[in-house]
């Protein structure tokens, strides 16, 4: 416990650092998600015509 508290201590401020980053990709990612939601029906029709255009 004593050996990774130094550890700890010292990645914390990575992680406090990075977080702001994350919190600022994450509306972006939400604003995202949408769109490949939408997007997932249309890949997945294609997906048979993709596959029975590789067998040609």
Known sequence: MTSAFPVATSVFPIVAS???IV????PVV???FPVVASAFPVVAS???????VLML
């Open 18 to 20: 990075a977080f702001p």
């Open 46 to 52: 294609a997906f048979p015509v993709a596959t029975s």
């Open 30 to 32: 939400a604003s995202v």
């Open 23 to 26: 919190a600022s990709v994450f």
